[in-house]
Nanobody, 123 residues
């Protein structure tokens, strides 16, 4: 089992950058592929990015490719989402999640979730 806590959200102007962090607890963190999802008001939760257990393979939704980078540090039990060139449409609550499925994009395959952190991008 793993517990997840996100941080690093905030208000930023369009074109700006933010780095989200996800702090994990639990001895089995390094065995889980990890992902970031987001949910905007009135919309369904959307896959953003995923990383494998070794921080080697990554997957991104097309709308963030080239702008967002997911990474992890298994020693520190951390997962990061570096976001640059932010757009107003990136505004959402961002969630960190853990899965047993390699590079999963389906939220239903993720078993552990954080509480989310708000990202607001102003135009």
């Amino acid at each position: 089992q793993v517990q997840l806590v996100e941080s690093g959200g905030g208000l930023v102007q369009a074109g700006g950058s933010l780095r989200l962090s996800c702090t994990a607890s639990g001895s089995t963190f390094s065995s889980y592929p990890m992902g970031w999802f987001r949910q905007a008001p009135g919309k369904e939760r959307e896959f953003v990015a995923a990383v494998d257990q070794s921080d080697f393979r990554r997957s991104y939704v097309d709308t963030v490719k080239g702008r967002f980078t997911i990474s992890r540090d298994n020693f520190k039990k951390m997962v990061y989402l570096q976001m640059i060139s932010l757009k107003p449409e990136d505004t959402a609550v961002y969630y960190c999640a853990a899965t047993n499925t390699w590079l999963a994009t389906d939220a239903s395959t993720y078993h552990y979730w954080g509480q989310g952190t708000q990202v607001t991008v102003s135009s």
